[in-house]
């Protein structure tokens, strides 16, 4: 045993001193995707193994993936990802690192719309809101604060095993680390299942819940807990976005990693033996990818894969793997988001007289007859969040929806406009309880990044599936099998500092 027979002070210096690395680092690292996924994953990448690793990142199109933005009238609004929780550490931590600033989330009135008439109507005044919450939903409402509360306290776990350098091989060991098995129930069940067990009612999961998966989502209360859970949070208070654009962090972090970024659409990857320096095989992979101009490519020691994989995304094949690596079947729900420069035809809504209608944000229940999902104002991503509290008709609204909306309904919608943009995405997993997440270990040195959006898709879950695999990739290559998949990490951290 190393280290017997040392006296206890050097005993204690050699635990406190990281072994030597058990063998070099690897010469070169390819990333897929340039989404905040992977351009995570090379920033973290880059400071766990150092200045001298050749990464390289392939993105087929701009970097930010489903963080972007869209032009109306001169000016840029999120047509993507749009609002950061406050407690997402990573993506704070990304914007205080690149110098960028914040926006806060504008406030404005919010209505609950069931297809024929408001459920729940805010109003501006603090007072009225929490006895119309009361007379409405009773004690609902703060239950499910604490019962998020109680979610988000576990999850933010994480930050704490990450920085102390732990990793996890699966989405599932990661999940069931921070909150054991009443995560990966949450995994298991509907988050209407999840929140009818825990005693909410009926109607306050219809008219507060549903809503906020409809909105956040694009579906309905048959989500899984987990990601019906970091929906709710998302009704917080706090939220906030990067000034400019939340696409900015992609291409900071970009930078920041120092790597070399490729245009181009990765095709697939095999498994090549080359013999090394000292005669031993050594064991890489080929990445082939198309620039637009040529089919070309070149061999890498680790693979990163920061998109989603599935026919119809980043549709990568895996050659001549044994076992083989098969496509995973990765259903994503269809959202388009609309961005209208217009007045909204607040008929359509009961209110016959414009003036007099109080929402800047509508959120709808699950009714056959909606073709829209949401309906609200936004400002650009550069403006002062006063910019929202224009007079509310003519303004800049932004649209969920399952469809392309049609001619036909953005005359109901809408009683003028003169400008709009149509954003199609393959937006998030189509959620179906029971889940079960992807590998995140596709093959030895090969790691799946994107496969945490089957629990929950958002900026903060690709940033915190980005550090764990850049460490899971570290420890793999160099043996410390005693950071990975450790059990019992929040009792022992509790102890450790
Ligand atoms: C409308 C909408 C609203 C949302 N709202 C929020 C929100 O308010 N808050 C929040 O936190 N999250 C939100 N999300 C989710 C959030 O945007 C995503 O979870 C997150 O941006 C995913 O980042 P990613 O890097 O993992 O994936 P992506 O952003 O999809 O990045 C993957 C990248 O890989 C590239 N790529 C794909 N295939 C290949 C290939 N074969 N070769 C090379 N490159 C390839 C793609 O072009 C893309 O740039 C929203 C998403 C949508 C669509
Ligand atoms: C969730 O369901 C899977 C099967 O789909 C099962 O193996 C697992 O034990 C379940 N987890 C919990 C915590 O119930
Ligand atoms: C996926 O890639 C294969 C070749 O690897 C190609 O034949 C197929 O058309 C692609 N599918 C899509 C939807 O682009
Ligand atoms: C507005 O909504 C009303 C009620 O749905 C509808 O009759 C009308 O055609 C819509 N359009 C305009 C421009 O008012």
Redesign the pocket.
Known sequence: MPGRGLPLPLLLLAALCPPAPARQNPASIAVVGGGIGGAATAYFLRRRFGPAVRLQLMEKAAPGGRLATEQLHGQAYEAGGSVIHPLNLHMKHFVQQLGLSVAPAQGSLLGIYNGEDFVFEESSWYLINLLKLLWHYGLNPLRMYMWVEDILDKFMRIYRYQTHDYAFSSNERLLHALGGDSFTLLLNQSIDEAMQRAGFSHKFINEVVCPAMRVNYGQGVNINGFVGAVSLAGVDSGLWSVKGGNKLVCSGLLSASKAEVIHGTV??IEPKVRPGPTGDPVKLYQVTYNTGSEVTGDTYDMVFIAAPLG??LA?I?FKNFEPPIRQLPNLYHQTITTLVHGRLNTSFFGYPEPATFPFGVILTMDNPNLFFNSVGKVSPVGAASREAELPSQLAVWKVFSKEVLTKEQLNLLFSSYDSLKVKQWLAYPEYRPPEKCPPILLHDHIYYVSGIERAASAMEMSSIAAKNAALLGYHRWHGNGHRIDQEGLHEKLKTEL
Do not use: E, F, G, R
């Open positions: 095709l697939s026919p119809d549709n094949s």
